[in-house]
């Protein structure tokens, strides 16, 4: 069969008129085509446009504000001194993961990067600045310090990128967001990036930040994950919950497995069960020193080990392949969070599976996230480890249970007999006036007091 002449070739990047060393960067990397989001939101930043993008996790939007930054350093040397590029991310993982990216796509020019988080040294970051870094990424909390001892400059900057920008005002960042782009050169470029517009503080952090900005929405809060399975199982408490989940990770098919807990004790305490089945796991938190933190994450993304335990700390900051089932084994507190929680796994065009182990105490905080979320995860249960909680009972048409209240006959009262007293009779029809309002007593025509 002949090719149809008229059919259009799916788009590429030597189509978005990159510089020539970010193109052979791309092709080394194995970027075969654009994303959704890079392919609608770099023209518009080449064109150094303010951005405002909302794209989940996921969808390439790493290289949708790196390649055109770097493509204007490229193409509009400076001999200014101080740093050109300043991107912000929320935790330390997400900015390792930035970092790295960066460094791969530099790999043909003469460009310069640099990161500045919290548990690095401090002298070192101060000496990699002052050397005129021209890319520097950053979490708030650790560039603000070094900015009060006067060492970042940033009247030069020519692009800003505020990246998960929702996340930074989730975790109270929007002050020293704020604060650092005001040091910043009036007439720079701004990309803010977002998992979603519907955070009310991330319009208004656009508001402050941004000027005359295009918006690139690729979804919303409530756009579903569809290449995500979701899955529900039920548990009595947390005994069985640490059954269910070693049954998982030991039945179900992964690459590499990711734990959700809501707290660092929880993470810690459910290792040592998981190693005694002789599984691979890890555990990430942000009570960890950052060479830990560091060195965990590199054997899980080199497969030493498959399974990781983490905190929400990860939930932002593991930008992996291969993980393709996630297990919240607490609930998150809230959709948002379970929207990043799950967003680890189907990436791009990869299948993936989520399961949320649910007790009795956690259902509605469960069914709220499905209605926040306007979605019906799969109800699924594991016959090996059917526990006595089966979920909230449910609702008879009639009856107490239904809520419907029975219908309650009026009492019958007896008529009470009334005793007419002879008094009484004598005065009927007679005005009564209280004593309060007249002090004066009523009598009748006898002369006789009235009530006496």
């Known amino acids: ?134 890319i520097v990424i950053a979490t708030p909390g650790r560039l603000l310090e070094l900015m009060e001892q006067e060492t970042p400059n940033f009247s030069h900057l020519e692009v800003l990128v505020l990246d998960e920008a929702d996340r930074m005002l989730d975790m109270g960042f929007s002050e020293d967001v704020l604060a650092i782009a005001k040091t910043c050169n009036a007439q720079r470029q701004t990309l803010l990036f977002s998992a979603t517009l519907t955070h009310f503080g991330v319009i208004k952090m656009a508001d402050k930040v941004l000027q005359n900005h295009e918006v690139v929405a690729l979804n919303t809060l409530h756009d579903g994950h569809r290449n995500i399975e979701q899955q529900i199982v039920v548990a009595d408490d947390n005994d069985h919950k640490q059954k269910l989940l070693a049954w998982l990770l030991l039945n179900e098919p992964y690459d590499k497995a990711l734990v959700f807990t809501n707290s660092r004790l929880q993470a810690d305490a459910l290792r040592g069960p998981l190693r005694g089945q002789k599984l691979r796991v890890g555990v990430l938190h942000g009570e960890m020193d950052q060479k830990d933190r560091n060195r965990m994450m590199e054997l899980y993304r080199e497969g030493e080990i498959n399974i990781m335990i983490a905190t929400d700390l990860a939930a932002r900051g593991l930008d992996i392949k291969g993980i393709n089932l996630v297990i919240n084994f607490d609930v998150p507190r809230n959709g948002i969070n379970y929207i990043h929680r799950i967003g680890r796994t189907g990436r791009v065009d990869e299948l993936g599976l989520t399961i ?33 909680y089966t979920g909230p009972k449910k609702l008879k048409a009639s009856g107490k249970a239904a809520g419907i209240k029975k219908k309650v006959e009026p009492k019958k009262v007896a008529a009470e007999k009334v005793k007419i007293r002879h008094r009484d009779q004598k005065n009927v029809g007679k005005r009564r006036v209280p004593s309060s309002q007249s002090p004066v007593p009523v009598v009748d025509e006898s002369g006789t007091k009235i009530g006496d």
């Open 1 to 134: 069969m002949q090719p149809n002449p008229t059919t259009t070739p799916p788009p590429s990047f030597s189509s978005l008129a990159l510089a020539e060393p970010l193109l052979k960067a791309v092709k080394k990397l194995g970027f075969d085509q654009p994303t959704p989001v890079q392919l609608q939101a770099i023209p518009l930043a080449l064109e150094h446009k303010d951005l405002l993008v909302s794209a989940e996790t996921g969808s390439g939007k790493t290289a949708a504000f790196l390649l055109p930054a770097l493509h204007h350093l490229l193409t509009l040397p400076t001999k200014t001194f101080g740093t050109r590029v300043l991107i912000l991310a929320p935790t330390r993982e997400l900015a390792q993961q930035i970092f790295k990216q960066c460094q791969q796509l530099i790999e043909f020019t003469s460009l310069s990067v640099g990161i500045i988080t919290g548990g690095d040294d401090f002298r070192l970051q101060q000496n990699m600045l002052r050397r005129n870094t021209q």
């Open 356 to 388: 949320a182990l649910v007790k009795s105490t956690e259902w509605n905080l469960m069914s709220g996230i499905e209605r926040f979320l306007k979605q019906k995860f799969t109800r699924r249960t594991i016959k090996e480890l059917v526990g006595k």
